[in-house]
């Protein structure tokens, strides 16, 4: 990442009017991304990631605010004039064409030297790791190839950024999984500016050098993957990524009264609202030491899940915790059922959020 600011959007707003109802699919973004940079923007369907997509690439224009392309005012700039380019999810490659010839397709349209189309989709080719495969028809590859086939053909002529709009969204799990780690590999490779459209917290977490949370049309929180993970900003955030534990009342003197027990939160008083995730948690029946925090529970539910079990653990007070506990040494769960356990947690580990 060099430092300049290759794509930034400053207070964008989209209205879309269909009849005669105003639909605020983005109700004023404001972000910067990087050159260079693994960019993604997360959130639930109808959120307005598409849309904000849209924008940047010119298939839209915003009802109000700037689009800026490395410092250069592209709000009323169309889209083959911009210097980015996008994959759709239905990557809609040329069926009739080889795979050599959907890469070439760009390149022969601008009517580049053909020595210098040869180079160049070769050298795409082998970068998505498709060098064998030129002649083939699209038909004859599999999913996660052809969509490696329509990555190659959006490099191939160099666009300063690429827009992704949930490109792996029509492959299996286990082909998904491979694709994430190949799409960063390539992104690595070609050191271009990557904008990044999932609604798959796991898949954003693992590609992004940062995220954008977008809930309605408003970004939530914007940060790297750790940190939304870790210190979501709001309530929103903690519970869109992973599994998280919401535990509110009115705390006084650090500490927070919960399901018989204590939550300490240092420095506050008043009503708060805490996140702890469920795998910073211990169950047990000993009572924990001074300076944890420190819940009483029974435990309503285990579920094993392989690698770990998950407990629903139901407090005094009617609000339900959930733990993750590691099958480190065997699968045996701590507690069963029905059991009355303590919870605890270190005192970092609780997470106050804005609302
Ligand atoms: N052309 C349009 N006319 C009217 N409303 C639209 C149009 N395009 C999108 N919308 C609305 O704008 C909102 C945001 O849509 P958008 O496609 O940006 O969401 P998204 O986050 O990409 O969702 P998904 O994950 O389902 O693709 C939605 O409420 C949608 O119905
Ligand atoms: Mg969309």
Request: hydrophobic share 40%.
């Amino acid at each position: 990442m060099t430092g300049l600011s290759a794509i930034e959007l400053a207070d964008v707003v989209k209205e879309y009017h269909s009849h005669g109802e105003v639909v605020q699919a983005v109700r004023g973004v404001t972000l910067g991304i990087e050159e260079g940079e693994f960019f993604s923007l997360l959130g639930p369907s109808g959120c307005g990631k598409t849309t904000t997509m849209r924008m940047i690439a010119g298939f839209e224009a915003p009802t109000k605010g700037l689009v800026k392309l490395y410092g250069q005012d592209v709000t009323n700039v169309p889209p083959n004039k911009r210097d980015v380019n996008m994959v759709f999810q239905s990557y809609a490659l040329f069926p009739h064409m080889s795979v050599w010839d959907n890469v070439a397709f760009g390149l022969k349209q601008r009517k580049s030297p053909k020595a210098e189309i040869d180079r160049r989709v070769g050298e795409m080719l082998e970068i998505v790791d498709l060098a064998d495969r030129g002649r083939r028809m699209p038909r004859q590859l599999s999913g996660g190839q052809q969509q490696r086939v329509a990555l190659a053909r959006a490099l191939v002529n160099r666009p300063r950024a690429l827009l992704l709009d949930e490109p792996l969204g029509a492959l299996d799990l286990k082909l998904r999984q491979a694709m994430q780690i190949e799409l960063k590999r390539i992104q690595r490779e070609v050191g271009i500016t990557f904008v990044y459209v999932t609604h798959d917290q796991s898949e954003a977490l693992t590609m992004s050098d940062r995220i954008a949370v977008m809930n309605d049309g408003v970004v939530e929180q914007l940060a790297g993957p750790r940190e939304i993970y870790e210190r979501p900003a709001t309530a929103f955030v903690a519970g869109f990524i992973g599994t998280s534990n919401l535990l509110a009342g009115a705390a006084t003197g650090g500490e927070l009264k919960v399901g018989g027990g204590r939550v300490l939160v240092p420095g506050q008083d008043g009503d708060v609202t805490v996140t702890v995730r469920p795998e910073k948690i211990t169950i047990g029946t000993d009572e924990p030491a001074q300076g944890l925090s420190a819940v009483r529970g029974t435990v309503a539910e285990v579920v094993y899940l392989g690698t770990y079990n998950s407990y629903a653990v139901s407090l005094a007070d009617g609000a339900e915790v959930t733990v993750f506990q590691q099958n480190a040494h065997d699968a045996t769960a701590t507690a069963e059922r029905g059991d009355s356990v303590w919870l605890s947690w270190q005192a970092q580990h609780s997470y106050v959020i804005g609302s």
